[in-house]
Antibody, heavy 122, light 111 residues
């Protein structure tokens, strides 16, 4: 059974940093792209970043590029999101998800974790 | 403002059929990128409902169906049940943004 378990969320002041983790199990982690998606309170889903199987390619939504860094450790079956210079608008529930690409036109997320809450407030 | 446009809400009585539209543009749905649908019940993780425009993952009831035409896509729920009350999101890829993009979500209410 595929399982994704996020951790690391919490309360942080504007300008602060936080590192999220996602522990994966039930599949060969090193064979899949992985993604972070967030949902702000009362808002819809927003894709944040993703990373290739070997970590050689990383992509970000414009609003976090330069502040957030996605990474992975295939030996530990873990995905990370380092969040720096946090802003109030980064407040959200952050989900990790398995990212699927079916050539040439299909990009989607087939398994999701339960999420970890990040609250940025003074 | 979301790249993909969905109605904020739809409703129907048990047993009825409801549809949710998802409108994009020439850089996403209209460019040929597939549309996928997710069901989000408050307090739970999103669940993949439809992938590749019209395919259902194992375990998803055949009451759910998807279609795509031009710059739009639709999700249909037939034989609406109380347990279908949730938020539904469409998702695709946008080549001008080089990003996976979502619709704003549609709340389905079972009357």
């Amino acid at each position: 059974e595929v399982q994704l378990v996020e951790s690391g969320g919490g309360l942080v002041q504007p300008g602060g940093s936080l590192r999220l983790s996602c522990a994966a199990s039930g599949f060969t982690f090193s064979s899949y792209w992985m993604t972070w998606v967030r949902q702000a309170p009362g808002k819809g889903l927003e894709w944040v970043a993703n990373i290739k199987q070997d970590g050689s390619e990383k992509y970000y939504v414009d609003s976090v590029r330069g502040r957030f860094t996605i990474s992975r450790d295939n030996a530990k079956n873990s995905l990370y999101l380092q969040m720096n210079s946090l802003r109030a608008e980064d407040t959200a529930l952050y989900y990790c998800a398995r990212d699927r690409y079916a050539a040439p036109t299909s990009y989607y997320f087939d398994y999701w974790g339960q999420g970890t809450l990040v609250t940025v407030t003074s | 403002q979301s790249v993909l446009t969905q109605p904020p809400s739809v409703s129907g009585a048990p047993g009825q059929r409801v549809t949710i539209s998802c409108t994009g543009s020439s850089s996403n749905i209209g460019a040929g990128y597939d549309v996928h649908w997710y069901q989000k019940v408050p307090g739970t993780a999103p669940k993949l409902l439809i992938y590749g425009n019209s395919n259902r993952p194992s375990g998803v009831p055949d009451r759910f169906s998807g279609s795509k035409s031009g710059t739009s896509a639709s999700l249909a729920i037939t034989g609406l049940q109380a347990e279908d009350e949730a938020d539904y999101y469409c998702q695709s890829y946008d080549s001008s943004l080089s990003a996976r993009v979502f619709g704003g979500g549609t709340k389905v209410t079972v009357l």
